[in-house]
C-alpha cells in the first residue's frame, strides 16, 4: 500500500466543488516536507497540477487549488468540468530509510 | 520545451534484466540541480518511485528495489539509462521517466509517455 493516503473515488456534478485529501506521516508531510499534486487523464501521463501546496503551474486553471495541515494536505476542484475527470496523485518526500520520493494510492474523480 | 521520452522492450521473461532509456531535450542533466528520475506504475495502480540521478551524478534508489536497480546517464547523448534485474510478472508496468528542475523541489516537472513492459514467459 501507498506511503501517502487518498480516497479511492469522489464525485461531483458539473459546477461543484469536490475535496482530495492526502494523509501522511511524521516522516513526509509532517516533517514539513511540500506536497505536490498530478493529474493523469485516461491514457495519459501524469501531469503536475499543484507544487509546494498551494502553488500552481503556468497554465493551471485557478479552479485548482492546495492546501496543507500538519501531516495532511488536500486538493480542491470549484467549478467541476466534464475535463476534470481523471486520477490525481499526491506526492510528497519521506526522510525515512535514506529518503525517498512517495505517492497517495489515487483518487478517481468522477463528473457525475 | 522539455520532452523526455522512453524506450526499451516492451517484453521480457522473468528473470531477465530490463534496460530502459529516457532520451530527452530541452534541457541539460549538467545544469546545477537537474534530475531525472524513473516512476513506475502497475495496470489499475498507483504511481511506485524507482530511482533519480542528478546533474552531479548523485544517484537515489528506492529502499524496497535499490539491490536490483543501476542508473547512469550520458550527458552528452541527452540519455538516462536504467536497469533492473531479475524481472518478475509483478514487475509488469508503464514505466515513465521524469524531470526534476531542482533537487530542493523534491518533485517532478515533467514526464515522458511512458512505456508499457510486460513480464511474461
Known amino acids: 500500500q501507498s506511503v501517502l493516503t487518498q480516497p479511492p473515488s469522489v464525485s461531483g456534478a458539473p459546477g461543484q466543488r469536490v475535496t482530495i485529501s492526502c494523509t501522511g506521516s511524521?516522516?513526509?508531510?509532517?516533517?514539513?516536507?511540500?506536497v505536490h499534486w498530478y493529474q493523469q487523464l485516461p491514457g495519459t501521463a501524469p501531469k503536475l497540477l499543484i507544487y509546494?501546496?498551494?502553488n500552481r503551474p503556468s497554465g493551471v486553471p485557478d479552479r485548482f487549488s492546495g492546501s496543507k495541515s500538519g501531516t495532511s494536505a488536500s486538493l480542491a476542484i470549484t467549478g467541476l468540468q466534464a475535463e476534470d475527470e481523471a486520477d490525481y496523485y499526491c506526492?510528497?518526500?519521506?526522510?525515512?530509510?535514506?529518503?525517498?520520493?512517495?505517492f497517495g494510492g489515487g483518487t478517481k474523480l468522477t463528473v457525475l | 520545451q522539455i520532452t523526455l521520452k522512453e524506450s526499451g522492450p516492451t517484453l521480457v521473461k522473468p528473470t531477465q534484466t530490463l534496460t530502459l532509456t529516457c532520451t530527452f531535450s530541452?534541457?541539460?542533466?549538467?545544469?546545477?540541480?537537474?534530475?531525472v528520475g524513473w516512476i513506475r506504475q502497475p495496470p489499475g495502480k498507483a504511481l511506485e518511485w524507482l530511482a533519480l540521478?542528478?546533474?552531479?551524478?548523485?544517484?537515489r534508489y528506492s529502499p524496497s528495489l535499490k539491490s536490483r536497480l543501476t542508473i547512469t546517464k550520458d550527458t552528452s547523448k541527452n540519455q538516462v539509462v536504467l536497469t533492473m534485474t531479475n524481472m518478475d510478472p509483478v514487475d509488469t508496468a508503464t514505466y515513465y521517466c521524469?524531470?526534476?528542475?531542482?533537487?530542493?523541489?523534491?518533485?517532478?516537472?515533467?514526464w515522458g509517455q511512458g512505456t508499457l513492459v510486460t513480464v511474461s514467459s
Open positions: 506526492q510528497s518526500y519521506d526522510s525515512s530509510l535514506s529518503g525517498f520520493w512517495v
Open positions: 509546494g501546496n498551494s
Open positions: 521524469a524531470h526534476t528542475r531542482a533537487e530542493w523541489e523534491l518533485l517532478w516537472n515533467y
Open positions: 530541452g534541457f541539460s542533466l549538467s545544469t546545477s540541480g537537474v534530475g
Open positions: 511524521s516522516s513526509n508531510i509532517g516533517a514539513g516536507y511540500d
Open positions: 540521478i542528478y546533474w552531479d551524478d548523485d544517484k
